[in-house]
């Protein structure tokens, strides 16, 4: 590989990094809720925990109620079950609710803070940015992260809490069929990589794109009496039809990106399920 090409990779990589100085900003956001995330956690934990009941009452009750005609290990294991599902959509409800709540509050206090330092800057960076650009990074980089705290961040710990259980469930049942089952890991770690560099451009030129095109419909509208005036409506319309064909051909290498990668990573698991 050429020192360009490395050097790109690195660059690409640095990109996507930053995940500690994001994740304590994010815990300075949401400090003054704290009693409200930990409930919020303890839900999760909850809800995971009893999603991954069924597989080990399932065996137990093959195992230990059905193989030897035990009438009252599978009454316990009806009862546990039905135990688990109704702590799941207790526990589901309230991780809804307090998600939904700590990110609204806590993208209101970013709003209001985003806010006061706007208007703690000087008169020069706004000669040097365009006032639609900057409504452009307020208005979608905040929708980002009120989807990053409300669907992300949430979707991210169970998902991994999902995880670290079923593999411990898997190395309890039948550690050679855990084994086998983990061959994709790998394959799966390298692809979400190659997927992160080549994603990186991508999803930032799409930012880049929006706020161009927020930039330029301010100011158009802002200045639309001077446009009818001079009779350069044809021309802002072509203008933003480039800028409109330019946002749309970015997000299309994002969906590019996603339709190879997601699909991918689908036949993955079928092929691990195939194999065992």
Known sequence: ???SR??????????????????????EL???????????????????ASALAPAPLAKIAIDDGIRRHDVGTLDVVVVVFLISAIVYAIATYAQTYLVGWVGQRTLQDLRLKLFVHLQSLSIGFYSRNRAGVVISRMTNDVE????????????LIQSSLTLIGVVVILLVLDF???LLTFIALPILAVGALLFRIASADAYRLTREKIASITGYL???????????????ERQHVREF???????RQANMTTVNLNAAYFPGVELLSALVTVEV
């Open 176 to 178: 050679h069929l855990a």
């Open 241 to 247: 039809r480039r800028l409109n064909d330019e946002n």
């Open 218 to 232: 301010q100011e158009s509208l802002s200045g639309i009496r001077v446009v009818r005036a001079f009779g350069q």
């Open 144 to 155: 980002a992260l009120d989807q990053l705290v409300e669907d992300g961040l949430a979707t």
């Open 30 to 48: 949401l400090a003054p809720y704290r009693w409200r995330v930990i409930a919020m956690f303890t839900s999760l934990v909850l809800a995971t």
């Open 1 to 3: 590989m050429s020192a």
């Open 6 to 27: 490395r050097l790109e990779l690195r660059r690409r990589l640095r990109q996507t990094g930053g995940r500690g100085r994001k994740l304590r900003g994010l815990a």
